[in-house]
């Protein structure tokens, strides 16, 4: 679940801010995030947030945020499967709204370089920021849907051996919900991995590939694939950037009782 819960997290603020907006459910006012083809089953952990909640408003109701909690969950995640651990701000307050029409231009498995970097732009993220968090794909999975093009269209940026391999779990036509580690090598440990996949053109989506792939953030990712405590702590940096997105804070929003309604 850790890649999971880092993803939840990073779907929560590239979409208003870091507001926990993402947990919120269909209602009569609502039109839920979850429900955007960028998270319509594939984002997960909702069940794991809800019960830090519960416990929490146990023993100290009505004074942490679902939004904080997907944060820290985000932090401890990493630092679970090896990754770097941070300080994790915390005051956020949660949003009474959600907007699917944003969270449907989340970033997507199809995009190329350059509007990668301008969307993480506009989220105050920088071309480092983007790679390094792209890194937390080392413990992640993927969807068939996501990279059937990628292993069935022959081409150039990626390895023949690695893309034979991959359609083993991924069938040129059905089996679009079966999953497979985007790191073949280490899929459950938080490591370097990744870019050294990227280096030998074994970046499962194409938008992961795209990092290697003769432009500006080839530099990156060959630092990254040398250098495993430069990638973590760059990571932990970019996290804490990207914890800071439009927060709601003072008077604005509220703290939910229960993360995926409004009170």
């Known amino acids: 679940m850790a890649a999971s819960l880092i993803r939840l997290h990073f779907h ?8 926990a907006s993402i947990l919120l459910d269909d209602s009569s006012s609502i039109d ?27 023993v100290c109701p009505g004074v942490v945020s679902c939004a904080d909690i997907v944060a820290v969950a985000a932090r401890d995640a990493s630092f679970a499967v090896g990754g770097p651990s941070w300080t ?3 005051g956020r307050k ?3 709204t959600a907007s699917r029409s944003l969270a449907e231009n989340l970033p997507s498995f199809t995009d190329g370089l350059d509007k990668l970097i301008s969307t ?9 920021d983007l790679v390094a968090l792209s890194g937390a794909h080392t413990i992640g999975q993927a969807q068939c849907a996501f ?22 779990q991924c069938p040129a036509n059905g ?30 989506l194409a938008s992961d590939q795209v990092l290697f792939s003769g432009g500006s953030t080839d530099y990156i990712v060959d630092e ?13 940096a970019a996290m804490i950037k990207m914890a800071d997105i439009s927060p709601l804070t003072g008077t604005a929003g509220q703290i939910r009782r229960v993360c995926n309604i409004v009170n």
């Open 12 to 19: 929560d603020c590239f979409v208003q801010g870091c507001d």
């Open 32 to 58: 839920s995030e979850k429900n955007a083809l960028p998270n319509f089953k594939s984002a997960r952990g909702f069940e794991v947030i809800d019960s830090v909640k519960s416990q929490l408003e146990r």
């Open 88 to 90: 994790v701000k915390l």
């Open 94 to 96: 949660d949003s009474t």
């Open 120 to 128: 993480f732009a506009t989220k105050g993220l920088n071309a480092r």
């Open 147 to 168: 990279f059937r093009d990628r292993i069935y269209n022959n081409q150039s940026n990626i390895d023949a051996g690695f893309a034979s391999t991959r359609r083993r």
């Open 175 to 204: 089996g679009d919900s079966n999953l497979s580690p985007l790191d073949l090598v280490t899929p459950n440990s938080f490591d370097n991995n990744y870019f050294k996949n990227l280096i030998q053109k074994k970046g499962l």
């Open 224 to 236: 990254y694939s040398k250098n495993p405590s430069k990638f973590k702590s760059d990571f932990a």
